[in-house]
């Protein structure tokens, strides 16, 4: 080991880890104005496609945060699947496909984009709000206090530390943070049930679809990666197969399984191999420091929720850390441990089910519920979450706040997506007789802190009732819509007083 320096760096947040998931942290917190320093051990980006679908929900934060148009291009909507049997009988699914956009959900399907691309468009953001990744830094130690966390850091030059009031392991499964912590990663290890997963190049197929080949040997999943000329691979494997693989024994098998030797591979340009590991931390949090992304949930790929899952992590975290540093209560962030745990408990379920229905199939499971979309997830039960009103609609405080399509204000059109956009809360007073709680809260927040705005006949209207149907709003409503976009408070006029310590919690 080096010799350490004897200054020290102090910054508001030190993110460990440099996947989707700690770069989407930067970014949230990167457009909040919060200081903070991004590392990552390895020299340089991940490489390979692993997690390579988008559920509708991940999509709608990539659109608030300013990524959706790079993501949209670099992927597609997930094509048709042709499923081959043994028997040669060929089925073509699609996963979801009798859903179609409407108003309240603009992004209807799971997209697909190879995990490489997501990570470079989450980059290309990061950059441009001024954030920067040092890679090439290791996280070997952490000292905390009831101030602030002491991390040791290691380089090329040697080892030095920094300080900073919160740090997030953003670190993986094998997380160094969460070893640090002494917190427990509970769950099993299946070493019966292991993928290869690679991105190849290969002739003889086309790329109109996912190619899904059953049989006895077992599995092989071959999916185009749109805007790009590599396939990803997926082949179960038994536990005898070596860890490494090279492309004639790759060949071998998907020969045998494809029970075709027209499909050639001429290339293969990263692979894994994977085993079924289901685990969650005890715990998300250990004083000033947070887990999130695969460092504190594993599971099967089977469902593509980890990358989602760990991107909603960090939407859900961020805004909390930039609201606390900049004086709201500092238990707001109590509230993260509360509200992701169980959604990623429910995920492991969900996703070692689909994983049971793929092993027992030989094949791609394509049976899946709507839960997979990552729409319907809500925090009603959080203690976060208010609902004052005596009558409510269809849409509670806790859930989703939905889409809605023809507001005009002005002469301009727009959706509800775009009027709420942006990294504060904003309050949705809808109706007449708000004026005097409004005025009180413009007095105690300036506009930057928080957004308010009127849904009402003379203000922004709802033109063709989206607005008002989707959230099943009948009458006037006064609401509090999250930095993550899920609705935290609903009141009605008798309830309106409690959205000043409503806010105080979110706001200071
Ligand atoms: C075959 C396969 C298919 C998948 N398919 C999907 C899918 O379709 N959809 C989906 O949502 N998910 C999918 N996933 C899961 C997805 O790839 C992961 O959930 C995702 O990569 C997790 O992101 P992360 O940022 O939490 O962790 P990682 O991507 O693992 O990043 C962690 C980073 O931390 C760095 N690091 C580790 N230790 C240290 C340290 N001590 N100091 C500094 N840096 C450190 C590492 O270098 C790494 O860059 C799939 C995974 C696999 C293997």
Redesign the pocket.
């Known amino acids: 080991m080096g010799r350490t320096r004897n200054y020290m760096e102090s910054v508001e947040v030190l993110i460990?880890?440099?996947?989707?998931?700690?770069?989407t942290l930067g970014c949230e917190l990167a457009r909040r104005g919060v200081g903070f320093r991004l590392?990552?051990?390895?020299t340089r980006?991940?490489e390979g496609s692993?997690?390579?679908?988008?559920?509708p929900r991940?999509l709608e934060l990539m659109e608030d945060l300013g990524v959706i148009d790079r993501v949209l291009a670099r992927g597609e909507p997930t094509p048709p699947i042709q499923v081959f049997s043994p028997n040669g009988a060929v089925d073509v699914e699609t996963l979801f496909g009798d859903r179609v956009s409407t108003p309240s959900t603009p992004f209807p399907r799971p997209f697909t984009i190879a995990?490489n691309l997501t990570e470079d468009a989450l980059r290309t953001r990061l950059a441009e709000m001024g954030g920067e990744i040092h890679y090439g830094?290791?996280?070997?130690a952490l000292k905390q206090d009831e101030a602030g966390v002491v991390a040791t850091?290691e380089t090329e030059s040697g080892l030095s530390q920094i300080r900073a009031a919160y740090v997030v392991g953003?670190?993986?499964?094998?997380?160094?943070?969460r070893q640090l912590l002494g917190i427990a990663f509970e769950g099993d290890t299946d070493e019966s049930r292991r993928?290869y997963?690679a991105d190849v190049r290969i002739d003889g197929l086309g790329r109109e679809s996912w190619y899904s080949f059953r049989g006895p040997g077992g599995m092989l999943n071959l999916s185009p990666l749109a805007t790009t000329d590599l396939y990803?691979l997926?082949a179960s494997i038994p536990p005898t197969a070596p860890d490494e693989i090279d492309i004639e024994a790759l060949q071998n098998i998907v020969t045998t399984r494809s029970r075709r030797d027209d499909i050639r591979i001429t290339d293969m340009a990263w692979m894994?191999t994977?085993r079924m590991n289901v685990r969650l931390a005890a715990k998300y949090r250990e004083g000033r420091v947070f887990l999130?992304?695969?460092?504190c949930h594993?599971h099967s790929?089977a469902g593509?929720?980890?990358?989602?899952?760990?991107?909603q992590d960090a939407c859900n975290l961020a805004w909390k850390l930039a609201a606390v540093l900049r004086g709201a209560p500092a238990d707001l962030l109590s509230s993260y441990e509360e509200e992701r745990r169980p959604i990623a408990a429910w995920m492991l379920g969900l996703t070692s089910a689909l994983e049971a229905q793929a092993f027992e199939k030989k094949g791609f499971p394509t049976d899946r519920e709507e839960g997979f979309l990552q729409l319907a997830i809500n925090y009603r039960d959080s203690s976060l979450t208010a609902e004052h009103r005596r009558a409510p609609g269809g849409v509670v405080a806790g859930d989703r706040l939905p889409d809605a399509t023809g507001l005009v204000a002005q002469g301009q059109t727009f959706r509800l997506f775009e009027l709420v956009r942006g990294p504060r809360p904003v309050v949705i007073a809808v109706g007449q007789g708000w004026n005097a709680t409004l005025a009180d809260l413009r007095a105690r927040y300036p506009q930057e802190a928080l957004a308010i705005v009127t849904i009402a006949p003379g203000g922004i209207e709802d033109s063709n009732g989206h607005f008002a149907g989707g959230l099943g709003i009948d009458g006037d409503a006064l609401m509090v819509v999250r930095p993550d976009k899920y609705i935290g408070f609903a009141g009605d006029h008798e309830s309106a007083g409690e959205i000043v310590p409503y806010l105080a919690r979110l706001l200071g």
């Not at 953003?170 to 943070?177: I, N, P, Q, T, Y």
């Not at 593509?304 to 991107?311: D, E, I, R, S, Y």
């Open positions: 460990v880890g440099a996947g989707p998931v700690g770069v590392v990552d051990q390895a980006p991940f692993r997690g390579k679908t988008l559920q991940t995990q830094t290791t996280l070997i850091l953003c670190d993986g499964g094998r997380s160094k943070v993928l997963v990803q997926q894994s994977w999130a992304g695969d460092a594993v790929p593509a929720q980890g990358l989602n899952t760990g991107f």
